[in-house]
């Protein structure tokens, strides 16, 4: 009966730990794709919003047209180099169109009532970018009530409920201002946080754990029949 019992135990084990490595391999799939897609995609530039397709990630894209930079919006809980800070967007207006542009990071001051200095851009300006869709993060405050004034201090970038707070019409993607603007702050996005190699070794690590607990296994059955 003990011996059913641990053989039991131990496929269950063992079939958690072949599940957790398939799933990073196709992570690692996933990952090469995603890398295929934005090498391809970022070497097409889009010189109007109307222009861009329907599933507009990961295209380049120019325009001329103006910051709102009293309305700005910073993306709480941002690390840089240890150091705690916001990501910085701005709605951005061309002729037709409205969305937000995230310049970058910015450094928190020491103290939660205090603001950063934001930089005011004026005029009609020309920018270049990577368009994405920001994916939801966790909320580590109550997002029931947002303060009316601005900077707006934000745990999540909400597309529909941020368009109706600045009262835009905003499109349901980002633009990530490159790195080579005059407006850019310190640029921290990265399309692909972890690449397809470090997939590929998490999924070996899982398979040798496997075959390990499988070889230990069956040397205890055998030591036990002695």
Known sequence: MQRIGFL?????????LVKLGSWQLTRATQKETL????????????????????????HRLSVRGQFDSTR???????????????????PFSTRHHWFLVNLGWIAAPPYRDQWPT??????EVSI???????????ELSSPSIWPPYYPLRVQNLLLPRLSEHVNYPLMPWILQL?????????P?????????QKHYGYAMQWFCL????????????YRSRI
């Not at 934001?118 to 005029?123: N, V």
């Not at 490159?178 to 310190?186: T, V």
């Not at 921290?188 to 397809?196: F, K, L, R």
């Open 210 to 221: 496997a075959f390990a607990v499988f070889l230990s296994a069956g040397w205890w059955l």
């Open 35 to 58: 890398t295929v897609a934005l090498q391809q995609r970022g070497e097409l530039e889009y010189l109007s919003v109307s222009n861009l397709p329907s599933d507009p990630r990961w």
């Open 8 to 16: 039991i135990f131990t496929v269950a084990v063992i079939l958690t």
């Open 72 to 90: 700005g919006i910073l993306l709480d809980n941002q690390m840089y180099q240890g150091r705690v800070g916001y990501q910085v967007l701005y």
């Open 178 to 186: 490159e790195s080579q603007s005059p407006f850019a702050l310190q």
């Open 188 to 196: 921290t996005w990265q399309p692909v946080v972890m690449g397809p």
């Open 128 to 138: 270049s970018g990577i368009v994405s869709i920001p994916e939801p993060l966790l």
């Open 118 to 123: 934001l930089p005011q851009i004026y005029g």
